[in-house]
């Protein structure tokens, strides 16, 4: 699996592993090349081209449980996914994967931009699985 460089100071993304293969990175010469790229000013490419920011929403697990209000949402999810009988634990068949879960965080705002609700889901990461193997 290749994606393009995190930030360099994005320590929990450059040692990521998917399935137990450490992720490897294109670099920002190799996504661009030698040539100029026009509007974009080259001593602060990085955070020019860089897709994620910082708008307070946590990129892991890890980062949200350090906050009440996140620790909160995550539980109010897991009282929804019991009380929904939403999925149910079961035994994993000889030779199946378990499909891995992942938390999922936003925060949601008014007209103004304040925090109105900090709202985490837990979602399953279906695209592990392969036909004929974990589904059909």
Aim: net charge negative; hydrophobic share 40%.
């Amino acid at each position: 699996v290749e994606f393009a460089t995190p930030l360099s100071h994005d320590r929990e993304r450059i040692d990521a592993y998917h399935n137990g293969e450490q992720l490897r990175y294109s670099t920002m010469q190799d996504l661009l090349g030698d040539q100029p790229v026009p509007g974009l000013v080259p001593c602060d490419l990085e955070a020019q081209l860089h897709l994620a920011c910082d708008d307070g929403e946590p990129r892991s697990f890890t980062e949200a449980e350090k906050h009440v209000a996140w620790r909160a949402a995550m539980q109010s999810e897991m009282d929804a996914v019991q009380e929904n009988h939403t999925w149910e634990l079961a035994d994993l068949p000889h030779g199946h994967r378990a499909v891995t879960l992942k938390w999922v965080f936003k925060l949601k705002r008014d007209e103004a931009g304040a925090i109105v609700k900090h709202k985490a889901r837990l979602v399953a990461r279906g695209f592990v699985q392969q036909e004929g193997i974990d589904y059909d």
